[in-house]
């Protein structure tokens, strides 16, 4: 299993543990691109549709592209009685007759797709004028971010999922963009770029399940998880409030299609 197809095995789970998106940055991504009631999006990887109802509630129609059927089922159940449709296939290789879209956007799945098809794929797809939005849901690590993710970082060590670079990460107003992959593509030109940083309070059985929602953990040997969650319920139930702060962070990419 490849860890863009990990996310099927918790289907269940994933809504409820993953992070709402800020509202700001649906209505910025609606501003930037000029979106007007009724316009159509297709979404891409819209999981349990966590940012699809709030296309849905401004308006919009959405067709969603989503590669798990387990996700796509929890995502039709959510958003029935709003006009939206969830095809099962990967991006790269769904086709419609309907290459007239108004946006495609991606939250938090952009980066899984391949990136020789990716935009190619968005530009056949959108009416001319129409835009392309991406964003992350990436753990940021601002000033006076909470101590435990710096005091567990002995354990990931431990079991061999020591963290990649420097520690702690960069704050995340230091977090590279992705507007040279826009230009590379020669398909789009950037017309928008925001950032975005909030916090969110998990108590110790949600910040476990949370961690059940990411690829690496799901794909980390059942003994090493056993352990790490172990170490993190020990160390969360002896703080004087058992749980852990994390910071969210997230770079909304909105790009214009070139007429080619």
């Known amino acids: 299993m490849s860890l863009r197809d990990t996310f099927e095995s918790v289907a269940d789970t994933y809504e409820s543990a993953r992070p709402s998106y800020p509202e700001v940055l649906f209505d910025d991504t609606v501003d930037i691109a000029g979106?007007?009631?009724?316009?159509?999006?297709?979404?891409?990887?819209?999981?349990?549709?966590?940012?699809?109802?709030?296309?849905?509630?401004?308006?919009?129609?959405?067709?969603?592209?989503?590669?798990?059927?387990?996700?796509?089922?929890?995502?039709?159940?959510?958003?029935?009685?709003?006009?939206?449709?969830?095809?099962?296939?990967?991006?790269?290789?769904?086709?419609?007759?309907?290459?007239?879209?108004?946006?495609?956007?991606?939250?938090?799945?952009?980066?899984?797709?391949?990136?020789?098809?990716?935009?190619?794929?968005?530009?056949?797809?959108?009416?001319?004028?129409?835009?392309?939005?991406?964003?992350?849901?990436?753990?940021?690590?601002?000033?006076?971010?909470?101590?435990?993710?710096?005091?567990?970082?002995?354990?990931?060590?431990?079991?061999?999922?020591?963290?990649?670079?420097?520690?702690?990460?960069?704050?995340?107003?230091?977090?590279?963009?992705?507007?040279?992959?826009i230009d590379a593509s020669d398909l789009f030109e950037t017309v928008g770029l925001r950032r975005y940083l909030w916090s969110q309070w998990y108590e110790t059985d949600d910040y476990i399940a949370l961690l059940d929602t990411f690829s690496g953990h799901i794909a980390m040997p059942k003994e090493r998880r056993e352990h790490l969650y172990r170490e993190i319920r020990a160390r969360l139930s002896n703080r004087p409030t058992p749980g852990v702060d994390r910071h969210w962070s997230s770079i909304l990419h909105v790009a214009r299609r070139k007429e080619m």
Do not use: N
Not at 72 to 101: C, I, N, Q
Not at 150 to 173: F, K, L, M, R
């Open 35 to 181: 979106l007007g009631p009724g316009d159509r999006l297709l979404e891409v990887g819209c999981a349990t549709g966590k940012a699809t109802r709030p296309m849905l509630e401004r308006g919009f129609t959405v067709v969603c592209v989503e590669l798990g059927a387990r996700l796509a089922e929890s995502a039709r159940r959510k958003l029935s009685g709003y006009p939206v449709e969830v095809h099962v296939a990967p991006f790269e290789e769904w086709t419609t007759e309907s290459a007239d879209f108004d946006l495609v956007y991606a939250a938090a799945a952009w980066h899984w797709l391949d990136p020789e098809i990716r935009f190619r794929k968005a530009h056949h797809v959108l009416r001319p004028g129409g835009h392309l939005a991406f964003w992350s849901a990436s753990h940021a690590f601002p000033e006076g971010f909470d101590p435990f993710f710096t005091e567990i970082q002995d354990v990931y060590a431990e079991i061999g999922e020591s963290h990649p670079g420097e520690w702690p990460p960069a704050p995340p107003e230091q977090t590279p963009d992705e507007r040279a992959d």
